[in-house]
Structures are given as structure tokens and as C-alpha cells.
DNA sequence: CTAAATGCAAACATTTTGCATCAGA
DNA sequence: TCTGATGCAAAATGTTTGCATTTAG
């Protein structure tokens, strides 16, 4: 998993350094989305201290090159995920703050081409996130 | 309609302030989301020249009294819309940025009951965002 | 009259930019 | 070697707080 992605990014042009590697080791493993400041401790974990300038900057040129993607819940700060991890959608606990990823089976496809037929509205993308309690804290 | 609004404020308890009338004049009629800076720019219009501070206050206080909702798109600011429109989607063109909304009948009530049937999570609210292109820039 | 609302300055948090240095390929 | 990656300081942006003054009811 981790090779594939190395490689996909080489092929980018992009220089496999030790942050950037750590960073999609954390990603991949992580699952869910996770924050500037979340990355920055799973890095400390590793033994790396990145100044926090160099880990915008990669999102932001990660995010460029299609390799992760940014998802904001409510107010709270972005947060970033792993492209390869497919479409989803996410379960917010409003209680502990951990997040779920939920999959759906034929997705929002029929919603779509309503939307299209009744506003010509034509839909690339969306994101859909929902709040409640997880099965620990309810 | 902004009569209605503005008595349901007092009956909480808020003053009618000329600030307060106005943003909410500025709220019923855009009837999309609005951001401070937008809220700002709307009420220069009427000739009124408010602190950005009272506006975040005035958006906060009003947030807790249930009367507006905080929405937010991707890394875009936030933005706040009258709640008395009820609930609904929206339809964002990531081409021009004007937001349309969309409402969809039975809504998302029978995802709501797998995922808690699949997963034990119990959702108490969702927000779902569509990105493309409106009609006008397709 | 009195608590709520406002303005102003300053603090705070998050993210971005400029520039010099370092290092992967 | 040469360009992309990094660190550091400073700036920019968005939001919040403390405190004195004003105002709606």
C-alpha cells in the first residue's frame, strides 16, 4: 500500500523525502481524517519535528497533485484524508470527536440527476457528513 | 415575515436593535448563506457601518438562540443562513460560488436508518453540499 | 434605570509568504 | 548539480476577549 503510493508520487515528480513519507504512512494507517496539529503529533511519535510551514505546504501541494483531500466539519479545523481510500462519507461522534467513515452503496447518484432534471444544476461532487453519537457514547 | 422573526426575538429575549433588524432583513431576503464579510458589505449598503465584532458577536449570540446556522463549504469561511428557511441542501458552482438551495423530499431519513442499523451510530443531523456547475456557467 | 448591545484595541489562532539553506535524484 | 523541500521569522487572515460607553426597553 504505502510502496504504491511512493511510487504514484514519484511519477508526480515528487522527492520522496522522510516527512513526506512519514506523512502518508500516518494517513494511510489513520483512515480517517486528521488535522495540522494531529499529523504534527503522529510525526512526533516517529521522532520527526517538522515545522508546521512544511506541513501546509505539503497539503496544500499534496491536495494540488489529487493525492489527499480536505473535509471541514462544522466549525472545527480542516482536516485532511487520503485519497485512495475511495468516496465516503462521515459519521461525526458530537460527543468524543472521533469520526467514522460510512460507504453507500449506490451513493447519491438517483439525487443527482434529480437535482440536474428539476434545477440544471450539473453535480461533480459532493460531500455529505453526519452528527450524532457513536455506539460508545450514546 | 421579518415581523415575525423580530417578535420571536423579543419573546427570547433579544432587543431590536437597528443593527439586529438589519441583519436579519439581510438574512430573510438573500435566502442563500451569507458570510461576515458579506453581512458587512450588505449592511454598508443600508448606510450602516458596524464593528466586525458586533457582527461575530451578534452571529454568535443569534447562533445559540437557534435563530441562524452556521454553514461551510470546503476551506471557504464560514457562512450563516436564517434556520426559519428550514432545513435543506445546497448546490454550490464551484465556477461563479453563488449557492442555490435545494430541497429533497424524504430526505435522508432511510440512510439514517441503515447506518444505524449497520453501524450503531445515531444521527441527530447531517449536512450535505453539492459541488458543479450552476445553469448559468455549465 | 439597568442589563444588553456596541466600539475599540489588543490578543489569539490558523494559515501563508519571503528568503536563506539543505538535500533527493 | 539543480530544483524541490525545509526551517525560521514575519505577515496576513479570521475570530475572540476585556473593558469602557451607549442604548433599548
Given amino acids: 500500500m504505502i510502496e504504491k503510493v511512493i511510487k504514484a508520487l514519484k511519477n508526480s515528480g515528487y522527492r520522496i523525502t522522510p516527512i513526506r513519507r512519514a506523512l ?7 483512515k480517517k481524517p486528521i488535522s495540522v496539529d494531529g499529523l504534527i503529533r503522529s510525526l512526533a ?6 515545522n508546521k510551514t512544511t506541513i501546509y505546504r505539503e497539503l496544500a501541494s499534496l491536495k494540488t497533485g489529487g493525492f ?4 471541514q466539519f462544522k466549525s472545527d479545523c480542516r482536516m485532511y484524508e487520503i485519497t ?3 468516496h465516503h462519507h462521515h ?3 458530537t460527543k468524543c470527536n472521533t469520526i ?11 439525487y443527482e440527476k434529480k437535482i440536474y432534471k428539476k434545477m440544471a444544476f450539473k453535480i461533480f461532487e459532493h460531500s ?4 450524532g453519537l457513536c455506539r460508545k457514547c450514546q
Avoid: A, Y
Fill in 24 to 30: 502518508f504512512e500516518i494517513l494511510i494507517t489513520s
Fill in 45 to 50: 511519535k516517529k521522532g520527526m519535528k517538522p
Fill in 68 to 71: 489527499i483531500k480536505e473535509v
Fill in 84 to 86: 485512495s481510500l475511495g
Fill in 91 to 93: 459519521l461525526v461522534c
Fill in 100 to 110: 467514522e467513515d460510512v460507504r453507500m452503496e449506490n451513493d447519491m447518484k438517483q
Fill in 128 to 131: 455529505l457528513e453526519f452528527f
